[in-house]
């Protein structure tokens, strides 16, 4: 920093050899760096920066581990510590970090609250409600991601994982359009996570053709009737046992969704129907 106020004071007359010698450093190291201002440490680093801001910019819960990790498939070579210095300096934290003496503020709302509590639709594919659950086992947490219709309670899609990252909210998101097909006007209401708010799920909501709603900071029951469902999963499953491994969690939660919830647990809502019977009898009244 010191090598551009030599330039600045050779304007001035001083010899660059004086200003050198009062400023503690070589006339050779001055020549050095006027040679080549910007070393190839340098250019390396800025080429890092801007790869982890992009890594960073589409999942905000990574940390320099995550995002070293994410520079390494993309080709680029540096340690753990070097990204993490890095990312210090330009303060690029998990929105999940906890620093003493200072506190995170959830990022502002990408889509207005369309749907204002009123989590009823008069069709199926009309109003989705997406939410994160987590739960812990021996081998670390497990992720739940899903996306529930409004209108027959059903699940239309989920997605798990052992990472809560944006990839686990476009999956769940990318497995409902794949389940549902072509759903232009579908409504899809989430809360502020940083998943929902990430581009890369905007770029799939974008693709898609869907509308994004999401409620307020800290309000659950801006999204009640996605956590009634989760409310259920964790008496029925979730808290019946202790779980050694992902993938007993992982096949009790997708078992206990795809038989029991969907196909025996009858809901007053429903009339006393389960979301296949109730979507059964939709669908052939509206052909009818």
């Known amino acids: ?15 660059v050899a004086v200003t050198c010698r009062v400023l503690g450093f070589s006339k050779q190291a001055f020549y050095q760096w006027r040679a080549k ?7 390396d680093d ?12 589409d999942d905000p819960e990574f940390g320099y581990r995550f995002i070293a990790d994410e520079l390494a498939t993309q080709g680029h070579t540096a340690s753990r510590t070097r990204v ?7 303060k690029l934290w998990s929105v999940h970090a906890r620093k003493r003496g200072r506190t995170r503020r959830p990022g502002p709302p990408v889509h207005d609250d369309l749907v204002r509590r009123e989590f009823t639709a008069g069709r199926p594919n009309q109003l989705w409600l997406t939410d994160i659950t987590e739960h ?11 996306v529930k219709d409004a209108c027959s309670k059903r699940i239309v899609g989920y997605s798990i994982d052992a990472r809560m990252t944006s990839a686990l909210a476009v999956n769940a998101l990318r497995n409902a359009v794949h389940q549902r097909g ?11 996570g940083s998943q929902f ?16 709603s999401m409620g307020r900071v800290g309000t659950c029951a801006d999204n009640a009737a996605m956590e009634s469902f989760f409310s259920l999963l964790q008496k029925n499953v979730l808290n019946r046992r202790r779980w050694n491994t992902r993938t007993e969690l992982r096949l009790a939660i997708v078992t206990w969704i795809e038989t029991t919830y969907h196909r025996r647990r009858r809901q007053q809502a429903l009339g006393r129907l389960t979301p296949v019977e109730f979507e059964t009898l939709l669908n052939t009244a509206h052909a009818a």
């Open 1 to 15: 920093m010191m090598y551009p106020l030599v330039l600045d004071l050779a304007d001035d007359k001083i010899p």
């Open 37 to 43: 201002p910007v070393s190839d440490r340098d250019y």
């Open 84 to 90: 993490g210095k890095l990312c210090s300096q330009q």
């Open 182 to 192: 072509s759903l232009a006007p579908t409504v899809v209401h989430s809360d502020r």
């Open 136 to 146: 812990p086992t021996g081998e670390g947490k497990l992720y739940l991601c899903a």
């Open 197 to 212: 708010r990430s581009h890369a799920y905007q770029r799939e909501l974008r693709s898609c053709r869907l509308r994004g």
């Open 46 to 57: 800025a080429h890092l920066i801007n790869a982890a801001f992009d890594v960073h910019r």
